[in-house]
């Protein structure tokens, strides 16, 4: 399988960890490509029309995007899934920290790219509105905690990870842990799993 990639995109990172957790990373070779948002990659929309990483190729030629159904495609190779529960409600528990952890990816994109404008371009409503709602998602995982520490590992508890892991390398300024020690706790532990270790976020710009 091709994988278009890139180190510096938390949606690639969320399936290359996805990849090394369910031992897949010998099936897998990346390609890198850049994606960005101000500028169409004509190449990468022969596989993927919406321009974006992650992109998957199989083998037969089908192509998947993106990485929700990346993860959960490569997840259903093992004879027992390990990343998405197959009953309810853990499956919907999952789910929806994992609908958290890619809303939380997705408002600091719009958050960076609102940054990267150029002088006087820039909306100080969007960026107000995206800090605001990050920290709202920030102090819902605190609240829910438990809901993080009470499970097995799954897409949700990966996802989470690879978003705070998003605001460390993009908006250190945060400093997130503040105030959040149980949340701080949980991430310190997820840094440790092998899979994030061996994809760590790389600034190659």
Not at 18 to 42: M, N, W, Y
Not at 77 to 94: H, I, Q, S, T, Y
């Amino acid at each position: 399988m091709k994988m278009h990639w890139s180190p510096r995109s938390p949606f690639v990172r969320k399936a290359m960890i996805a990849i090394h957790e369910l031992g897949l990373q010998d099936q897998v070779a990346c390609v890198r490509t850049v994606a960005s948002p101000f500028k169409a990659h004509e190449a990468l929309m022969d596989d993927n029309p919406l321009s974006k990483l992650p992109t998957l190729v199989l083998d037969d030629g089908t192509v998947v995007y993106d990485s929700h159904v990346i993860c959960e495609y490569l997840d259903s190779l093992n004879d027992k899934p390990r990343l998405f529960p197959a009953a309810w409600p853990e499956r919907l528990v999952a789910l929806r920290n994992e609908a958290l952890g890619d809303g939380l990816m997705d408002f600091g994109l719009l958050w960076l790219i609102e940054r990267l404008r150029g002088e006087g371009m820039q909306s100080a409503d969007l960026v107000a509105a995206n800090a605001r709602k990050v920290e709202r998602v920030l102090a819902r995982l605190e609240a829910d905690v438990e809901l993080l520490t009470g499970r097995p590992f799954d897409i949700g508890h990966l996802t989470v990870g690879t978003a705070l892991g998003y605001l460390d390398f993009r908006f250190p300024f945060l400093e997130w842990r503040n105030g959040r020690p149980a949340l701080a706790a949980w991430h310190g532990e997820f840094l440790e799993r092998p899979s994030v270790k061996a994809n760590p976020v790389v600034d190659d710009s």
